[in-house]
Each structure stands twice: as C-alpha cells, then as structure tokens.
C-alpha cells in the first residue's frame, strides 16, 4: 500500500493518516508473466494500481489476431474505465508482460472508499486529468508523426521502458510488422 | 451558471445550495464563429466549459495547414489539458465554429475555488475519468476501424453533430481530402 499512498501524496493534500484504511477496500493480487488481469467481454471489470511490472491492453482483431492499443507500467491504473464507470463489459483485455503486482479495487469498492474519504477524489481528478491530457497529446502526435518518428519518440522518451517491452508488442502497437520494426530498430541504432 | 450546475449535479453528490457561489470563478465569454478561445503556443490557458456552440481543436503542422484532432459542443469541457495542468504553453488551438458561449476558469482560479469546494472534485473526477474512457475507446476504433467506417460510425452515432460541422472539418478530423469525403458521403447516404 504503501507505494499507493506515496502516489496519492503526490497529487492530492489528503492527510497521510486518513490514508491509513484504504488498504480495507483494495486487494492485492500478482500475476505471472503473460497472465490475464482482464478479459474483453468480461463483466464490470476492476481497477488496477500497479506496483510493480507492465501490462498490456489489447483486443482481438475478427482475424484472430491481438491488437495492443496501450501499455500501463508501475505507479499507472489501468482498466477498461468506460466498462468500469458504466458496469458494461470490457472492450479489451490486459494482460501482464512480466511478473505483475497490483493493487485491484472493484466499482462497489471504489463508491465505498469514496463516500468514506471523499478527498480521495482529489487525487482521482488529477490523475485522470493527466490521463487525459496525455492521451490528447498522444492523439495529436498520431496525426504529426508517421510510425517511424513515432517509434523514434518512443525511443527517446522511453528508452527503458522499450527495453521491457516485447517486440512484437511494440510492433502490434505500432502498426507494423515485427520484421519491419527490427529494420527500423537497426535504422535507429545505426 | 445554471447550465454548469446541472452538470455537476449530474455527476456528483454535492448539495446545489452550495454551488450558488462557483460563478465568482468563472468567465462567461462569448466567441464568434471562427474566432480562437485558445492559441497554440499561448502560455497557461483557460479551462472552458462549453454552455452554447461548438469548437474544434486543431494544430498548425510544418507545412502550414491545420489539422483537426477533435470537436468538443454542449456541456463538455475544452482546453489543452496538460499545459492548464502544467502552466506550459499550449500544444493545439481551439477555435469556434459557430457562434459560442463557454464559462472560463483560469488554473488559478480553479484553485482557489476546489479550495473552498473541495467537493467539486468528485464532479472533475467523474467528467474525466468519462474522458479518458472515451479517448481509450477512440484509439481503439482507430486501430480496429477503416477511415470509411469511421466516418459511418460517427454519422450513425452523431448525426446531429455531423450538421454542425464543416465538411472540410470533417475530412481534416479523419485524414480524407474534403473530396474523398464528399464521395464518401454519396455512398454512404445512397
């Protein structure tokens, strides 16, 4: 938990020893490499904080095949936030990259802890506030950029995080092949 | 005001008796069609909450054209997000499409005002969680959708919406050339 309330201090002025509870309403669960935390169709899915490694999001193409829309790594929630605020079913699946550790607290929980410490939304406001914004900056970006400069920011910005990830991963994310992807690696380190 | 205060009843909890001070925060501006709320590269803007018109946010790229990355109408908010959040200077434009009437709040402002109405953040939290929501379901139209069913998506879902907005607008938002859009449209409509 503790690593929760140290993210929660970070944007929020809630009192330290208000936070002493919170760790009533969520539970802890680890997941092996390659282990689903989500599942697309799945019901009023949860929330996750992760503590500890990366996931990624993903939905499957009518082909079959898996498409990565997002990556989350420590210190970032993730979920399907429509399906988690609306009680509908996922629209995607997340599923961990390496050896993951989270913090889940499902919706019922969430209105719980909510109505029991309402400056917690404070805190809640500001992350999805920057949720939101990067996630404006990455739709501009999609427009600015063609996917090797896309590629290459990643790579700039992220260098360790690149390291993490598959390459097939990045690549499905991207939009390109994998062959492809390592082309333009060898271009980049070159 | 009372338009804002509906919204805010709507997703928060918070009593509506203490909402009759919140308009000493706010601007009310009104705007022409085609004039600017917000300039890319302007330093620290306002936060809009849309009460009447229709904006679209845009970007000048290297060739001097400028690029559509999303609409926001009736009682959304507006603003490059991240440099409200930051006091950084604005990443895109945001520029009236017809005549529009907006409340503005200022970072500073909008402060001192979850200072003495820490309860609003419960409203902030759930508009932008909703946001975000909404972002994650649009990147992922735009990996699993053609451009063509873009546009077929957004005129079933939003046909009203779609009267509004400029066709040029239109094509700029998808990538088309306003006569791929145009041909598009005959198709579609016949």
């Known amino acids: 938990m503790q690593q929760l309330i140290t993210h929660i201090a970070r944007f929020s002025s809630i009192s330290p020893e208000k936070l002493d509870?919170?760790?009533?309403?969520?539970?802890?669960?680890?997941?092996?490499?390659?282990?689903l935390l989500l599942e697309e169709g799945q019901h009023c899915p949860d929330k996750f904080f992760i503590v500890k490694?990366?996931?990624?999001?993903?939905?499957?193409r009518q082909n079959g095949v898996e498409q990565t829309i997002d990556f989350a790594l420590e210190n970032w929630w993730a979920s399907d936030f429509m399906a988690f605020?609306?009680?509908?079913?996922?629209?995607?699946?997340?599923?961990?990259?390496?050896?993951t550790e989270?913090?889940?607290i499902s919706a019922g929980q969430q209105?719980?802890?909510?109505?029991?410490?309402?400056?917690?939304?404070?805190?809640?406001?500001?992350?999805?506030?920057?949720?939101y914004a990067a996630s404006q900056m990455r739709i501009r970006k999609t427009y600015e950029m063609s996917k090797e400069d896309?590629?290459?920011?990643?790579?700039?910005?992220?260098?360790a995080f690149l390291q993490r990830v598959p390459q097939y991963l990045?690549?499905?994310f991207l939009g390109f092949t994998p062959e492809y992807l390592s082309e333009i690696r060898k271009k980049f380190l070159s």
């Open 21 to 35: 509870s919170i760790g009533d309403f969520f539970e802890a669960r680890a997941f092996k490499k390659k282990e």
């Open 53 to 60: 490694g990366c996931v990624h999001l993903f939905y499957l």
């Open 85 to 99: 605020q609306d009680g509908g079913t996922a629209q995607f699946s997340i599923r961990a990259i390496e050896a």
């Open 102 to 104: 989270v913090l889940a």
């Open 111 to 131: 209105r719980k802890m909510l109505s029991a410490l309402p400056e917690l939304n404070e805190y809640f406001h500001a992350v999805f506030q920057r949720a």
């Open 150 to 159: 896309l590629y290459q920011d990643f790579s700039r910005k992220y260098p």
């Open 170 to 172: 990045m690549a499905s």
